[in-house]
């Protein structure tokens, strides 16, 4: 039987509430692309800080704390005029001032005393901020003049520099607040900071602080414990304190309150060697290479078991010494003639020994299972670096095997992947004073942009920390490392 098709329905009038109603769908969807064309802050508004914006940024705003010249440069006049210290021996290269600079320069260069200048970040990362803006085109970092406008405000106070002086002057008065020139600078900070409107709106959370010496504001810890850390490690009193006052049951963890990965920034020692240049490399004799001190403290203990297991096996050199001139002179040789450099756990879980062997294109070998290690995520140590744990390292002859066993072929790409990220771990841009355009692939970007990241945390914390009812605490919490 043939199929006879249905006749399509003619009648005009059953499409007509079909056409109203498109129409009236994209009449709503028009007025609602007008509104918000017209009026894109109606549903935006908010009584937040300004940068609260949740558009990205290439550049972090950061407003400079007005603090006096004597909680910063002043210090390093008062150094390189009067200071001596009693831990270093009689070195012409660390306690002549370089050619009386320091009468005649408004901003005197760094130390070159090997136990300051290693935590030297807090003079270059000050210098960059107090660069005049045309000459910072390659800062990542823009130095806004209004807190308002800022997304962290930094705190110009060399740290640093002030504990070391006092250790070195007077290492008994360190942790009495009595005589102790540290501490009255300590509190002069904290007394000029929490004065003022920016750090009441946030609790002190946007606030940058430079604590490269594992001690430094020792005194006034708690009230820094908020602020964001640039620190080189976990280890100093962080670690100390935690152990008396948290009610957490292991050894090893922080308080979260205290320092974290969260909110704070693990920043690079400042290497003591010269830079090796890759096509400068030459054939290396030796294995392995250590130069250091062989007793330490704490977590430290480590270094002086791998040293009984390994001073005597070939291919291995094993020194004791300072970086004093002398010593100097020997870790560039013993660093530039070995395969592999030693970094085992010291007072502390790093030390400024694996940078200066990332300049001198010696592969780290990280012996410390508790390390935190400047800029993860930007690097990837193991493209260049050794990782140990400590129950592999001291099984007698286990490191070196394990050392011997990598080809010609992986040393070789080890070093080539370390030459390209040399410049990162570097602070100094060439200019006196540290005043003057910084490399655009230096230390000091790289740590703006890690405390970039850190941005919506902050911000997070403050406005949880805003809507909070008055007398309601912040929980204690721990964080392991």
Same mark, same amino acid.
């Given at each position: ?26 009449? +709503? ?19 937040? %800080? ?25 210090? /390093? ?24 600079? %320091? ?74 607040? %009595?005589?102790? #020139? ?83 920034? +693990? ?8 830079? /090796? ?114 129950? #592999? ?89």
């Amino acid at each position: 039987m043939p199929v006879i098709a249905a006749k399509p329905n003619k009648n005009p009038s059953l499409y007509v509430p079909k056409l109203f109603l498109l129409c009236t769908l994209f009449s +709503i969807l028009s007025l609602a692309l007008f509104l918000f064309l017209i009026f894109p802050t109606a549903t935006t508004t908010t009584t937040l %800080h300004p940068s609260l914006s949740p558009f990205s940024s290439s550049t972090i705003n950061v407003y400079v704390a007005d603090l006096p010249r004597s909680l910063n440069y002043a210090l /390093l006049h008062t150094y390189w005029s009067s200071f001596s210290d009693s831990r270093l021996p009689t070195d012409a290269d660390h306690t002549t001032p370089p050619s009386s600079l %320091h009468q005649t320069a408004k901003i005197p260069p760094y130390p070159e005393n090997p136990l300051i200048k290693q935590y030297s970040a807090e003079y270059w990362i000050t210098g960059d901020l107090m660069t005049p803006p045309q000459h910072r085109a390659t800062s990542f970092a823009k130095r806004v003049l209004d807190p308002l406008l800022a997304d962290v405000v930094f705190v110009p106070f060399f740290a640093t520099l002030s504990a070391e002086m006092q250790l070195g002057a007077n290492k008994g008065a360190f942790r009495k607040k %009595h005589d102790n #020139d540290d501490y009255k600078r300590q509190r002069q900070v904290m007394d000029a900071v929490k004065n003022t409107h920016a750090w009441n709106r946030s609790g002190g959370r946007d606030h940058v602080f430079v604590l490269t010496d594992p001690v430094a504001m020792w005194h006034v810890k708690d009230e820094i414990a908020p602020a964001v850390l640039l620190v080189v490690d976990f280890g100093g009193w962080y670690r100390l304190d935690s152990r008396g006052g948290s009610n957490c049951s292991e050894s090893d963890v922080i308080p979260h309150t205290q320092v974290s990965v969260i909110k704070d920034v +693990i920043v690079p020692y400042t290497h003591l060697l010269p830079r /090796l240049d890759l096509s400068d490399n030459k054939e290396r004799h030796q294995l392995l290479y250590f130069k250091g001190a062989k007793h330490r403290h704490r977590g430290g203990i480590i270094r002086e078991k791998l040293w009984d297991l390994l001073v005597s096996e070939p291919g291995v050199i094993m020194e004791e010494g300072f970086p004093n001139a002398t010593g100097r002179e020997q870790s560039i040789k013993g660093m530039q003639t070995s395969e592999f450099c030693l970094h085992p756990a010291g007072d502390t879980p790093t030390s400024c020994r694996l940078f200066d062997a990332i300049q001198s294109l010696c592969i780290p070998v990280i012996v410390s299972d508790n390390i935190e290690l400047p800029f993860e995520g930007m690097v990837d140590y193991a493209e260049f670096s050794v990782f140990a744990a400590v129950s #592999d390292a001291l099984k007698p002859s286990w490191l070196v095997s394990h050392l011997q066993s990598f080809s010609k072929e992986q040393k070789d790409r080890f070093r080539q992947n370390m030459a390209r990220v040399q410049p990162i771990f570097v602070y100094d841009n060439g200019h006196p004073g540290g005043i003057g355009p910084i490399p655009a692939d230096g230390a000091v970007n790289h740590i703006w942009k890690k405390v970039h990241q850190k941005l919506p945390m902050i911000k997070e914390a403050i406005i949880r920390e805003r809507r909070k009812p008055p007398g309601v605490s912040v929980p204690r919490r721990c964080h392991c490392t």
